[in-house]
């Protein structure tokens, strides 16, 4: 191992693991800083590199293909994890791995390396990720392989070598950020049973203090947001947007304990106040314009999908494919969405679109009513044989027939009835 590609956040751990790495090593590093949004740029992160002892710096701002290559698919097929987390912090690891390899090919590295630790997630979606993409680089995981120090001892080895440090109040909590989404977890999270104290929040208000309600129209095309109350936007800005209004009114609060890939579980808290409008408004849209089984069938895939991106196998064939049916089956899911943001809620109050399956004439019980009533009578015959042929040969539901089995005791003589005969 001569030069590694290093993802570089430009905090503590890694700043600290680039001069580790030359002194353990004996190699040159080179490092790589992704521009994800939501604040995970950290101002000066270039001179830091450099004061740490890097041989050259990149710094990459990847927020739009970060939202049009990996958040898009997974909106459009409604993919969340354990059906509660969107995926932030998972959606972004393949696209900083496709990154280091890529600067690993154009410096001629041959080792990347992470600074994950020997008990999270993102150690596995690094790893494969890049051995996904080139087998012949080797990984190399600092906080995994001896660097251990605590934060103070992380400091003084810092100050001895002249590295710039960003001196901030230590925070109780490990915290991951993007455009998508915030996640917090350690400290006083780890009790379950204990309510996330308020400095766990940064980017939503108290639910309870949130000022009046608002609605916000988002507007789909193919099954991706294009516009806010009719004004067409970027992909970026649409979620900024989004997620100042959301966290302004206490939206995309999630506490969940989640099963993570290396075999534990772990309390988290996420906030996701433009993923959490998206997503309900996207649901909401689908209902509107696909078939009922096309609508049952995309549960399946968005569970796949999940599963398979916060394992790590983004560059999985079965992934590639997922996403290809997913794109497929939104080409439809075209209109607007009528959101309610309410002291923390976001609720659908009204869809509309021209490509929707709702037909007002056959669902109205009042004048105009389209339905016709009498069909209805050969539908349920047909439909209910298959019932009415199994009960003629075992028996109907919750009669005997002597030792037969029965799936339901009788209910009429073990509950209180009043019986009221005419005068």
């Not at 040159?28 to 590199?49: I, K, N, P, Y």
Request: net charge negative; glycine share 10%; charged share 25%.
């Amino acid at each position: 191992m001569k030069k590694v590609v290093l993802a570089y956040s430009g905090g503590l751990d890694t700043s600290v693991a680039v001069a580790w790495l030359r002194e353990q090593y004996d190699v040159e590093v080179v490092t790589l800083t992704v521009d994800l949004g939501g604040g995970s740029l950290r101002a000066g992160v270039e001179g830091r590199a450099m004061s740490a002892g890097a041989s050259r710096a990149y710094v990459v701002d990847a927020k739009d293909r970060f939202v049009r290559s990996f958040v898009w698919p997974h909106l459009q097929a409604g993919a969340l994890y354990q059906g509660v987390y969107p995926l932030a912090t998972a959606l972004a690891r393949p696209l900083i791995a496709q990154l280091l390899v890529e600067v690993a090919s154009r410096e001629g590295a041959d080792a990347v390396a992470h600074g994950s630790t020997g008990k999270g997630n993102d150690q596995v979606r690094f790893d494969v990720a890049v051995h996904a993409l080139d087998p012949s680089l080797e990984v190399v995981a600092p906080l995994r392989v001896g660097m251990g120090l605590s934060r103070d001892q992380e400091i003084d080895y810092a100050i001895a070598r002249g590295i710039e440090i960003p001196i901030t109040k230590a925070s109780p909590y490990s915290i991951d950020v993007n455009l998508w989404g915030r996640s917090c977890e350690t400290g006083v999270l780890e009790d379950p049973w204990t309510s996330p104290p308020a400095d766990a929040y940064e980017w939503t208000v108290d639910p309870a203090t949130a000022p009046a309600a608002v609605e916000v129209i988002v507007g789909f095309e193919g099954g991706i947001p294009v516009s806010i109350d009719g004004e067409r936007l970027e992909p970026v800005e649409l979620v900024e947007r989004l997620h100042v209004l959301g966290g302004a009114h206490g939206v995309g609060r999630i506490d969940h304990v989640e099963d993570r890939l290396v075999g534990i579980k772990s309390r988290e808290i996420y906030e996701t106040p433009a993923a959490t409008i998206l997503h309900r408004a996207h649901r909401a849209l689908e209902g509107l314009t696909l078939t009922k089984d096309t609508l049952r069938f995309n549960r399946i895939v968005a569970d796949e999908l999940a599963q398979l991106t916060y394992d790590g196998l983004w560059f999985s064939a079965l992934h590639r494919d997922l996403r290809g049916y997913s794109a497929s089956s939104q080409r439809v899911v075209s209109g607007e969405v009528r959101m309610k943001l309410d002291h923390g809620s976001a609720v659908v109050v009204g869809r509309r679109s021209p490509l929707s399956l709702y037909d007002k004439n056959l669902a109205t019980y009042d004048e105009g009513d389209a339905f016709d009533h009498a069909s209805a009578v050969g539908f349920i015959e047909i439909f209910g044989l298959p019932l009415r042929v199994e009960a003629a040969r075992h028996g109907a539901v919750g009669r005997h027939h002597g030792a037969a089995w029965t799936w339901t005791e009788p209910l009429l003589e073990s509950l209180p009835t009043t019986v009221v005969d005419r005068p």
